[in-house]
């Protein structure tokens, strides 16, 4: 007889192998499309001239604090390349990377749930609404490429679009965070009411998309910069604030308790505050433009650090049991008699066999 639980992770992993695949493919096609494209254009014809009205606002102020004539981020500018600082711009692909990596993990563990006999219950609101993750990968995929273009054109304008996709991947963010509170019982729409699509439009389209525009249009406001530079803290404290009280108050009863993995957060946190440290390499003492040595362009890291906080800060909030079904440690099974009774069948099979059958901590493990 044949083993379902064999043949379900055997559809796991062969789905997996070609999400690998398609993964490597686009990286690699991602990394030389640019090379190709460095290799063959003037980076004067694509982005325009060394000048530093094109670089730097008139009035020098805003967007090009960073910005120093034959440096951008401690890394030495080729003007006549299209890729005019290569390391800095080509490490933004990390972002992509990650996208693809975050729409692989819920592809595979959608079809889990799919293919549970009984079928697995969401257990968390990006769980139950796939489209908030696709929307997360966009805007972390957006994002990283805003920067490239900053870090391949170093002009004034490409330094907006930098900003404006910080917004994109920092907006999403906060909104795990604050989805991590809200009772299931809110969201249990299945798609047909208002609050899912509500928080897709706010947090995923209206404010990243307002705050972008808002760097695009007038970069020259006196509030662009404190905005970044006193708001990005400000919200990434309050994302680790929420975080952590979640696991206190819940340890003390005060709320329903979450049960979620808590190395994944203190690894997102860790990882982002190294990513800090090397955002300008002048804190770390690294910044040696003159010498160019690639280990030392650090701002390189910073985007490749930011890229992997924002998988693991994702996989934290996806993967938390939020929903703790009335019946108890279930691992949130749907147990009607019919279903109880084919997981039965399923058990006894599996023993018949000598099979051992194959745990939802393992499942997680594989996916």
């Not at 290569?86 to 692909?93: D, G, I, K, L, T």
């Not at 692989?104 to 563990?109: D, K």
């Not at 907006?160 to 299931?184: C, N």
């Amino acid at each position: 007889m044949c083993n379902p639980f064999l043949r379900m992770k055997s559809y796991l992993r062969s789905h997996a192998y070609h999400h690998f695949l398609l993964i490597s493919i686009v990286t690699l096609i991602i990394i030389v499309v640019p090379l190709a494209i460095n290799a063959s254009f003037d980076g004067t014809n694509v982005w325009g001239g060394a000048t530093e009205a094109l670089i730097c606002a008139p009035d020098q102020t805003n967007g090009c604090s960073a910005l120093i004539f034959e440096e951008h981020y401690c890394e030495p500018i080729q003007w006549g390349k299209f890729l005019r600082t290569p390391y800095n711009a080509m490490s933004n692909m990390a972002f992509v990377v990650s996208a693809m990596v975050t729409l692989s993990t819920v592809s595979l563990h959608c079809r889990w749930m799919e293919h549970q006999r009984p079928m697995l219950v969401p257990q968390n609101h990006l769980q139950r609404y796939n489209l908030l993750n696709k929307m997360y990968a966009l805007l972390l995929a957006l994002g990283g490429i805003g920067s490239f273009v900053c870090h391949s054109a170093v002009t004034y304008f490409s330094a907006q679009l930098d900003r404006a996709g910080i917004w994109m991947i920092l907006t999403p963010v906060l909104a795990m965070s604050l989805l991590r509170w809200v009772p299931m019982e809110w969201g249990e729409t299945k798609g047909k009411g208002w609050f899912y699509p509500g928080w897709l439009a706010f947090w995923y389209v209206l404010l990243p998309g307002g705050l972008s525009a808002f760097h695009l249009v007038d970069p020259t406001n006196s509030l662009a910069t404190p905005l970044l530079y006193v708001g990005i803290p400000i919200i990434i404290g309050f994302c680790i604030i929420l975080a952590t009280l979640r696991f206190f108050l819940g340890k003390c009863d005060y709320v329903h308790e979450s049960r979620s993995n808590y190395k994944l957060a203190a690894a997102a946190i860790v990882t982002a505050g190294v990513a800090f440290l090397l955002q300008k390499p002048e804190r770390v003492g690294a910044c040696d433009a003159d010498s160019r040595l690639v280990y030392k362009l650090t701002h390189a890291y910073w985007h490749i650090l930011i890229s992997v906080a924002c998988f693991f800060n994702h996989r934290f909030c996806f993967f938390e049991r939020l929903h703790i079904p009335e019946f108890g440690e279930k691992g949130g099974i749907n147990t009607s008699d019919e279903d109880s009774n084919d997981l039965e069948m399923l058990r006894v099979s599996v023993e018949e066999e000598g099979n051992t059958a194959i745990s939802v901590k393992s499942l997680d493990v594989i996916i």
